[in-house]
């Protein structure tokens, strides 16, 4: 049994029962019988004289029945959307019910759209619309077409959106008086696929559309477009090969005739530009190019404010930021000449000379001993927020000085899955860098991919950008005891060398040494922190928290647009508690580098309407493009 919508003659069958053209309003009834007599001596001569004024009270007048199909506010009004086909056809079914029969649709359609209705086969009933001149099929289930089903007399052909994987089915009996052929948003891929767009197949197209497929040879394809002497305006943006930085240089000279490409008229300045380019397509080289470039982070809560000043014992605690994105994996040996950078996630921690220079010298201690209250309720207010947000990053609460390297590490939060790439992707990061008001990444990398097919995937799917935080305990290392040569010994050596004499007097001078030795090894235990720091640190695994992450979309790249430029916003993350204590740290930090210049109060910025600065990154993703034949073959000549 046919299942209904499977076909397009059962579909088209369907969609005429949903219009009702038998029933009230429409079609024969009590509310219109007396009109649809049978035209015999008696009833003739009853009708003559009868007007409209003289039905029957159970009857409607023609103009009444029109009123009802034609009313938004009608019951019987036809659904949004509805063709002019669709309305014509109703008022036709309450003028002149009579006349629709399968004879009359047949004849009359020129015109079928049937979109959106599960359809899967062609069949050969679509043969029976005698003057059937356009047919759109788009968003069904159609893998293959038989093309000896397609009326002869079809004009325009739309197939967009189905999954059709190859144009072969579609040659076998192409209607010939074709002038548009529509298959974007399909499943074409492969070489092959040029070798089905050419004169022999379509005489007379006019119009080629095969946006967003797959296809990846653009040197055989304009060889197959250039023998359609017709063709005027074509399609290709989605597909990987419209990625190639010459694509629509190479694209307008190699079809002379073109005037319309990806729905961008041709003009005689770029038939100019780019003369010559078709003849060079086996010099150029087959890849595409893509910049990547970060701006400014804007935003970022200074966490160190909340960090309890470092002991001796430590742990001394250093903070770093860093945005990370994912891109598709370059073709092994690729080098770039941009300064990218490959994120490792949980990446060896920075040397003890870096730490070193990025612990202060000299840390506030007034700043919390004047808002220890301010910083304790800070602090209690966004314990809670630390402990949930353990499982997505967070920072593990500090310990206390008696705690382990091994304790602590129990208390590292479990990686991100943000902070991982999505299969066939690597990530990137910008380098790390300290806490500013405004972090400049200052990041640019170039991307350049000969696979083009997973290139076109990623930019459908998007790219997420991430801002990360990195948290670094250092603790001083243990010093190794420190054995003192002992006077006694240091003098018999050398009473076996030189004698008694000199025995006293060596015994003399090593007592004055081990005292000298003793109190420079007191001074080195007592020293400054700033001494011990480069050298006798060992650092914990870095602890990892993500600020913000989303989407950006890519796909305005693949529909012709040659950079895709955000600022991505992740909402507000800073604190009035937390802008108050990094300013009052930092305009003390300030008066003691220079106690001459005044500086305005930092309690006094934050007094009236506190709006904090939501947490940005700008990111730009631009498409290399050629803009002459000369740039072309400079830049991509094999």
């Known amino acids: 049994m046919e299942t209904p919508g499977g076909t397009v003659s059962a579909a088209v069958r369907e969609h005429l029962r949903q219009l009702c053209l038998r029933d009230f309003p429409c079609g024969t009834g009590s509310w219109n019988k007396s009109r649809f007599l049978p035209r015999t001596w008696r009833t003739w001569r009853e009708l003559i004289p009868r007007d409209e004024e003289a039905v029957s009270p159970g009857e409607e007048t023609v103009e009444a029945l029109l009123g009802l199909v034609r009313s938004p506010h009608s019951p019987w009004a036809l659904l949004e959307g509805s063709s002019a086909e669709d309305r014509f056809l109703r008022e036709l079914a309450i003028q002149n019910p009579l006349m629709l029969k399968d004879t009359f649709f047949y004849s009359y359609f020129r015109s079928l759209r049937v979109v959106d209705k599960q359809v899967s086969l062609v069949d050969k009933d679509l043969l029976k619309f005698l003057n059937l001149e356009e047919l759109v099929l788009s968003a069904n289930q159609i893998q293959e077409i038989e093309a000896v089903n397609l009326p002869p007399t079809l004009k325009v052909l739309e197939l967009y959106g189905n999954e059709i994987r190859s144009m072969e089915c579609l040659c076998a009996a192409p209607p010939p008086r074709l002038q548009h052929l529509g298959l974007g948003h399909n499943k074409l891929l492969g070489p092959l696929e040029s070798l089905y ?12 559309d095969l946006s967003f497929n797959d296809l990846t040879d653009l040197q055989g394809m304009m060889a197959s477009l250039g023998t359609l002497c017709r063709l005027r305006l074509l399609v290709l943006q989605g597909n990987p090969l419209a990625l190639l930085p010459y694509y629509r240089g190479f694209t307008i000279d190699s079809l002379s005739q073109l005037c319309v490409l990806d729905d961008i008229t041709v003009s005689p300045s770029e038939k100019h530009q780019f003369r010559g380019l078709g003849r060079s397509g086996d010099l150029l080289a087959r890849q595409a190019q893509l910049v990547v470039t970060i701006g400014n982070v804007k935003g970022v809560q200074d966490t160190s404010v909340l960090d309890p000043e470092p002991g001796p014992q430590g742990p001394f605690i250093t903070y770093s930021y860093y945005v990370t994105y994912d891109f598709v994996e370059e073709e092994e040996g690729e080098e770039s000449e941009y300064g990218g950078v490959l994120a490792e996630i949980v990446m060896p921690s920075p040397s003890a000379e870096q730490l070193s220079e990025d612990i202060p010298e000299d840390v506030p201690e007034e700043v ?8 304790e309720s800070g602090l209690s207010a966004q314990s809670e927020e630390r402990e949930d947000s353990l499982v997505s990053g967070g920072s593990a609460p500090l310990p206390g000085v008696a705690d382990s390297a091994e304790e602590l590490a129990k208390l590292r939060p479990r990686r991100d899955p943000r902070l991982c790439p999505s299969p066939g992707t690597v990530l ?24 083009l097919v997973p290139l076109k995937a990623f930019l459908l799917a998007g790219t997420t950008v991430t801002i990360v935080e990195e948290k670094i305990l250092s603790w001083p290392a243990v010093l190794p005891p420190v054995d003192v040569p002992l006077p006694a010994k240091k003098g018999k050596g050398e009473k076996d060398k030189k004698g008694k004499k000199e025995k006293d007097k060596k015994g003399k001078d090593g007592k004055d040494m081990a005292g000298k030795r003793e109190k420079e090894v007191a001074k080195e235990q007592k020293g400054s922190k700033k001494k011990e720091l480069p050298k006798e640190l060992r650092q914990d695994p870095p602890i990892l928290r993500v600020l913000g992450s989303g989407l950006v979309v890519l796909e305005p790249l693949l529909a012709g647009e040659p950079l895709v430029s955000e600022v991505c916003n992740f909402g507000v993350i800073r604190t009035l508690e937390t802008d108050r204590l990094t300013s009052l740290r930092d305009s003390k930090n300030k008066n003691k580098r220079a106690k001459k210049e005044k500086t305005k109060p930092a309690a006094a910025v934050y007094d009236g309407d506190y709006q904090p600065q939501p947490l940005t990154v700008e990111v730009q993703i631009q498409l290399n493009q050629c803009r002459t034949a000369e740039e072309a073959l400079r830049e991509f000549a094999l």
């Open 197 to 208: 767009v050419t004169s022999n197949h379509w005489p007379n197209l006019v119009s080629l």
């Open 368 to 375: 919390f001993e004047e808002h220890e209250d301010s910083a």
């Open 428 to 451: 990137f990061s910008t380098v790390r860098k300290p806490w500013t008001d405004v972090i400049p990444c200052s990041y640019e990398m170039q991307h350049t991919l000969k696979d």
